[in-house]
Nanobody, 125 residues
């Protein structure tokens, strides 16, 4: 059974940095997408960044130039967050698809089958 476990959240001041990690287990698909999503209280879940098995990356406009997604050979996925802003405050979730070669909207939650439990990021001004 696929399991995703996030870590690395916390509280920082505006302008600071955090690195989120997501450890994947029993995830054996050869072509896939991995993504980071976030959800603030009272708001819809938002796609932040995605990376596929070929290394193709997509970012939400709100984080371009500040966040960097990466993965390793074990299919763990990371999110380096720099120049954090108070509006980045949210619960952050990692997600993974089942076998997928291509998806049209990799920042849409609908394409992901597996989700972690979330890690809280709080940015104070």
């Amino acid at each position: 059974q696929v399991k995703l476990v996030e870590s690395g959240g916390g509280s920082v001041q505006a302008g600071g940095s955090l690195r989120l990690s997501c450890a994947a287990s029993e995830y054996t698909y050869s072509t896939y997408y991995l993504g980071w999503f976030r959800q603030a209280p009272g708001k819809e879940r938002e796609g932040v960044a995605s990376i596929d098995s070929y290394g193709r990356i997509r970012y939400a406009d709100s984080v371009k130039g500040r966040f960097t997604i990466s993965k390793d050979n074990a299919k763990n996925v990371y999110l380096q967050m720099n120049s954090l802003k108070p509006e980045d405050t949210a619960m952050y979730y990692c997600a993974a698809t089942s076998q997928r070669y291509f998806v049209l909207r990799p920042l849409s939650a609908d394409v992901y089958s597996y989700w972690g439990q979330g890690t809280q990021v709080t940015v104070s001004s």
